[in-house]
């Protein structure tokens, strides 16, 4: 049934409600990708087991990511009048265990990681308090949501949704005022006021590019010609950042109301949304959503009767980084392979087929309904001077909370790491945060008090990019992580043009040979030099910020480089060609396992007799490390 | 060879120029890997020049010339899961299955790609066996995952 | 007309030209390699980068593919560009160290050897043969296959079967890794591994095409079945 009139948008509404605040006890298992991998499914099917086998009154469902990653798999109940409360790492049998206690008063404050009293829209301003009689006694002990470390500082709009509704259900989308930034802008607004607001706000592109989002929709409406195409990047291919994600698997519809915006404000009427093939579950969400949106006639033809088409198509990646680049995406669609071309004429000019195409990323979309219900000047409060808003980050590697955190611009990486992320694990030292995925840079301790921010974060050699943050401690090797990337880089390269092709496997052997003992003196400069012509010389920004990894871990950690060269030597234990593995015979007890698991038979010993490793079997896989329960190995 | 469903797949895209990678995909979901005997029908039928084909073909990672066997592992080599040691992940499948990264087993029971970065990063190292994700993996438990995997 | 000026010297081109004709036009030197004029511009090799100062920026690019602009100034032979040049130039040898032309480019900028290991490809993936052979023959029997730094050009499957045997590609390759070889019965184009009969003219007995090529050519033009029986020369 199509929506036609605020009656219509108030009865989805309400059905919505009803859904999301049940006058009874709700339970959702987050069941995003990071959740499914930790068994989030399980959890979900012993639940629905228990709940009808006991005849219990909860209904049970599914969400999105709620962030804290490193928790999963999360299971949230809700009891109508009382806190929310979620649960983390939790099993099939303890969420067993939680459901069927639950009547008898039993809420296991120790497997909470918060609770709920009450819930701030950030779309509609409204607040939804849980609690009407005060907190139950038995949940006092456990923290309230904003008072946690990892999401004390977090402000939540592109991420708004995730983990709290139903990304399946349209009416949970509704009912916490989705689709209400497109009513309005289509029943108040002219098209080039809808830009004018989204140029205020100052937003800039959330993939990477960092474009101000409002000036690029200008550009594009204002190119010649009457066929315009709105395009959403869902091409993540950072390593390491998965943001897109869950935006897309937790709430879908986000980014498809985006869409609708910007395709009016523009003056188009078809759209694509490029996904990568690698996100199954996401493209699965996205088809779903769509197909709701299309039945409510919020996409299509004639949406919410004003007459307005815009209708949207899903397109899978086929596995080529080189495709998030915007004129490879859109010779992808178009049915060809993914090679950029010179961006002499930028694609809001001509892009796909030759028309003015707006391409924007799933982040970037996702905020464009809360800029329009909040208004341009409330959305530029927030963040810095020159980057507005909050940005999504994909916190990972040696930190102790990893997870996805929106945080407004301006904050420091080390409030991040340390305040966020719960710092270094196992009493490791921080040693370099990567940011902006392969197109960006290792930034050392000295910087970490450097803010969030596009100019900032380029002006030290590293960028913002899609929001990747990976965090790496001293046994992390800086080479290492440099030849990781150039690696990652050279085997994604279109291989079109000379300077990328070339470059980075020359760059890539360099490397190389470092890592394997056969680096030579001048090598560090022969980087240099490769660098600047692969970064000045290359077609696209692919090879144009290749060189980052490399010339940053060279500018921070020089010393590392050097050590790899001149002493063949590898401080921090990772290069295998650099390294032994020995055994301490002061902690080895004998016990063997190691013997046993080492798949060369490099280790001999025997009872009573502590083992040693011949190092010309020794094929440093480091299974003898995982054995070992008392740390008798070590790397040298 | 019984093309068929290939020409079901390419006229449930409209025949369109344009689709060609969708129905690439859907082909190979079909029939395990992309054939010469595949690619050449595809070529005649859509009415498309064979080398474009193949180019594309040959492009994208997402497809195999090669037969591909029962299962497929992706081994996430993404930089999350790679500072957490997913290299040495993959190098235990390596000895456990006997085959090369991109390689198939002799028995056709595995086949064994990498991928770069999955999107689980918290949850690294990572693999996905058949769509179905595996987390917080280590050298031990790694290969007995696959017992499930006849 | 649009003005503008290369080295300093006004220049007058068409619109929707781009930089790298023009300046060959007016006597201006830029090596390239995978720029010919018969076909479309293509950016690949980067031999052809120049400095581009629009709007008080400078920027190296390709000439071959930027289109000339009103007041803008290029520059052909600065620091910039010669450092540039002269890495790519590098690259290029120390993947195909046998071609000619790229040994007599950088003995010009006295480039001695690579600092790279060598490589011991013929092939600089300009593209050029592809390019005429899909934009000018219409044959389509080559194409580039794979990606990065595995990437190559050649026919699909390595089976030749819609190569017509003209020879476009041959001439048209700029490192001359493309050879054609001919006898009375066959010619060979050797890359590609395509040979095939040649036909012989009903008037003279010479052989003076490859059948299958002038059964593409009465198929593409509609032509009479024996049309092409006699040779261009008994004909006249």
């Given at each position: 049934m199509k929506i036609r009139t605020s009656q219509d948008f108030q009865r989805i509404r309400e059905k919505g409600l009803k859904r999301l605040y049940p006058k009874r006890v709700r339970v959702k298992v987050g069941m995003a990708t990071c959740g499914i991998s930790t068994g989030a499914a399980e959890v979900y099917d012993a639940l629905r087991e228990e709940v009808n086998k006991e005849k219990l009154d909860i209904v049970v469902g599914q969400t999105g990511c709620?962030?804290?990653?490193?928790?999963?798999?999360i299971v949230d109940i809700q009891e109508f009048g009382k806190p929310r409360v979620l649960y983390g790492e939790m099993t099939p049998k303890k969420a067993v265990q939680l459901v069927s206690g639950w009547f008898d008063g039993e809420v296991r404050p120790k497997w909470a990681l918060c609770r709920f009293d009450e819930e701030r829209n950030?779309?509609?301003?409204d607040l939804y308090a849980h609690?009407?009689?005060?907190?139950p006694k038995k949940m006092e002990k456990i923290p309230r949501y904003h008072e946690i470390p990892f999401y004390r500082e977090q402000v939540k709009i592109?991420?708004?949704?995730c983990g709290f509704i139903?990304?399946?259900?349209i009416e949970e989308y509704v009912a916490i005022g989705g689709y209400r930034s497109l009513w309005h802008i289509l029943s108040n607004m002219k098209p080039e006021e809808v830009i004018e607001e989204v140029k205020r706000s100052g937003l800039r592109g959330?993939?990477?590019?960092?474009?101000p989002t409002g000036v690029k929709w200008e550009l594009c409406r204002k190119a010649k010609g009457d066929v315009r195409y709105v395009i959403c990047n869902?091409?993540?291919?950072?390593?390491?950042?998965?943001m897109d994600r869950s935006v897309l698997e937790g709430d879908p519809h986000s980014v498809l109301e985006g869409m609708v915006i910007g395709a009016y404000a523009i003056g188009a009427h078809e759209g694509y949304i490029y996904v990568r093939d690698e996100y199954p579950l996401a493209v699965q969400k996205l088809r779903a959503a769509l197909n709701r949106a299309e039945e409510y006639g919020l996409?299509?033809?004639d949406i919410l009767g004003t007459g307005f088409d815009f209708s949207i198509k899903i397109n899978k990646g086929g596995?080529?980084?080189?495709?998030?680049?915007s004129t490879a995406l859109m010779a992808s669609l178009e049915g060809n392979v993914g090679e950029p071309r010179a961006k002499h004429i930028h694609t809001v000019e001509s892009?796909?087929?030759?028309k003015p195409s707006n391409l924007n990323n799933v982040e970037t979309w996702a905020n464009i309904p809360v800029i329009i219900a909040r208004g341009s000047d409330w959305f530029a409060k927030i963040g810095t001077e020159r980057s507005k808003g909050t940005k999504v980050f994909?916190?990972?590697?040696?930190?102790?909370?990893t997870g996805l955190v929106e945080v407004p611009m301006g904050i420091t990486l080390r409030e991040i790491v340390y305040?966020?992320?719960?710092?270094?694990?196992?009493?490791r030292r921080f040693k370099a945060v990567q940011t902006g995925g392969p197109s960006g840079g290792c930034i050392p301790e000295s910087l970490l008090?450097?803010?969030?921010?596009f100019d900032r974060l380029t002006e030290v050699g590293s960028m913002m990019g899609s929001g990747g943050m990976i965090v790496m401690d001293e046994a992390n090797c800086m080479v290492d992580v440099a030849k990781y990337f150039i690696n990652f880089l050279r085997d994604e390269?279109?291989?079109?043009?000379t300077s990328c092709r070339e470059g980075t496997q020359r760059m890539y052997e360099i490397l190389d040979d470092i890592t394997e003992g056969?680096?030579?003196?001048g090598d560090i400069e022969r980087l240099e030099e490769l660098g600047w012509v692969v970064r000045e010389t290359s077609l696209c920004a692919l090879g144009g910020t290749a060189p980052n990894p490399v010339l940053s871990t060279i500018k921070y950690f020089r010393d590392e480089y050097e050590a790899h060269i001149e002493?063949?030597?590898?401080p921090a234990g990772v290069c295998k060609a650099l390294i032994q593995y020995t055994i301490d015979p002061e902690l080895c007890?004998?016990?063997g396992r190691c013997r046993k698991d080492c798949p060369s038979d490099a280790i001999s010993g025997a009872k009573k007799v502590p083992h040693t490793i011949d190092q010309e079997k020794c094929?440093?896989?480091?299974m003898c490390i995982e054995a070992c329960k008392f740390d008798a190995v070590t790397v040298q | 060879m019984d093309f068929r469903k290939v020409d079901s797949i390419i006229g449930q895209h409209?025949?369109?120029?344009?689709e060609v990678i969708s129905i690439l995909q859907d082909i190979q979901q079909e029939k395990n890997y992309l054939a010469k005997e595949v690619l050449e029908h595809v070529a005649e039928k859509m009415t498309i020049p064979l080398a474009r084909v193949y180019r594309i073909a040959t492009f994208?990672?997402?497809?195999?010339l090669k037969p591909r066997g029962r299962h497929l592992i992706n081994v996430c080599l993404g930089t999350a899961c790679h500072v957490r040691g997913g290299e040495r992940i993959l190098e235990k499948l390596e000895r456990d299955l006997k085959v090369v990264r991109g390689e198939t087993t002799k028995n056709q029971r595995f086949t064994l790609e990498t991928v770069h970065?999955?999107?689980c990063c918290s949850l690294g190292p990572v693999m996905v066996v058949d769509g179905k994700t595996f987390g917080r993996l280590n050298q031990n438990t790694v290969g007995k995952l696959l017992r499930d995997f006849d | 007309m649009i003005a503008f000026t290369i080295d300093g010297v006004g220049v007058e081109a068409e619109e929707g030209s781009t930089i790298l004709p023009v300046a060959l036009e007016n006597g201006f030197e830029i090596p390239h390699l995978?720029?010919?004029?018969e076909v479309s511009p293509y950016?690949?090799?980067?031999?052809?980068l120049v400095e581009v100062e629009r709007g008080g920026r400078r920027r190296l690019t390709a000439s071959c593919t930027y289109p000339v602009q009103e007041g803008i100034q290029v520059f052909t032979d600065t620091e910039k560009v010669q450092r540039a040049r002269r890495m790519i130039v590098e690259l290029l040898l120390a993947r195909c160290p046998d071609r000619v032309v790229l040994q007599e480019l950088a003995s010009q900028m006295g480039?001695?050897?690579?600092g790279f290991t060598l490589?011991?490809?013929?092939?600089?993936?300009?593209g050029l043969c592809e390019r005429v052979c899909r934009e000018?023959?219409?044959?389509?029997?080559i194409s580039f296959f794979s990606r990065g730094y595995k990437r190559d050009m050649g026919p699909p499957f390595r089976d030749?079967?819609?190569?017509?045997?003209?020879g476009a590609c041959v001439y048209v390759c700029p490192v001359d890794c493309i050879k054609m070889e001919e006898t009375a019965e066959e010619r060979t184009i050797v890359r590609w591994e395509r040979t095939l009969k040649m036909k012989k003219c009903t008037v003279c007995d010479r052989s003076f095409a490859p059948w299958y090529q002038l059964e593409y050519i009465k198929e593409r033009a509609k032509l009479?079945?024996?049309?092409?029986?006699?040779?261009p020369d008994c004909r006249g």
């Open positions: 709620i962030g804290f990653c490193q928790q999963e798999p950030i779309l509609t301003g609690i009407s009689n005060g907190v592109a991420l708004r949704n139903d990304p399946e259900s959330r993939g990477g590019g960092g474009f869902a091409d993540e291919g950072d390593p390491g950042a998965y996409v299509g033809q596995g080529a980084f080189v495709c998030g680049e892009g796909l087929w030759e994909s916190l990972v590697g040696k930190v102790s909370n305040d966020i992320g719960g710092g270094i694990p196992g009493g008090d450097l803010p969030v921010d390269s279109c291989g079109k043009c056969r680096g030579k003196r002493e063949k030597r590898c007890t004998a016990c094929i440093k896989c480091g | 409209g025949n369109r120029e344009s994208y990672n997402v497809f195999s970065c999955l999107g | 995978c720029y010919h004029e950016g690949a090799c980067r031999l052809c480039i001695e050897k690579p490589r011991q490809e013929e092939c600089i993936l300009c000018v023959v219409g044959a389509n029997a030749p079967k819609a190569c017509i045997a003209c009479p079945k024996d049309f092409l029986d006699i040779c």
